[in-house]
């Protein structure tokens, strides 16, 4: 079982999302910022790391929300607080921030579908205050 990570930042009832690189796996395809947590790694950390990796940001975890899995994936999407930095590219093609409606409607992959979910049904205290200011 692979564990995996996500991070939802949250400002102004809007979520940043990602496009991966066409090159890569699922191309095209619009994600939370993430990936694999390394052998000896906790989520917290992995989740920091990620993000400091992919957009050279510096965030840290505020909420955990409910794990996913599969037979292969073990994926945990984290609501995260942003420390600092400025988001680069460095293995996306686009970053931006939207609303739940163009969310729903974009080409997600199927695990931050699934997050955007769980976030728009169970969270949505998070999108009524900015995270960043608590």
Not at 25 to 46: C, L, R
């Amino acid at each position: 079982m692979v564990n995996v990570v996500c991070g939802i930042l949250i400002l102004n009832d809007t979520i940043l999302i990602a496009k991966r690189k066409l090159d890569s796996n699922n191309g095209g395809e619009w994600e939370f910022p993430g990936g694999k947590v390394e052998d000896n790694e906790d989520i917290n950390t992995a989740i920091i790391r990620e993000f400091k990796e992919e957009l050279d940001i510096d965030i840290q975890p505020y909420h955990q929300l409910r794990t996913i899995s599969n037979d292969d994936i073990e994926f945990t999407p984290f609501i995260v607080k942003l420390v600092g930095g400025k988001a680069r590219l460095i293995v996306h093609d686009e970053v931006r921030f939207v609303g739940k409606d163009e969310f729903l409607s974009m080409n997600l992959t199927p695990f931050t579908k699934e997050s955007g979910k769980i976030l728009f049904d169970s969270y949505t205290i998070f999108l009524k205050k900015e995270i960043e200011n608590t």
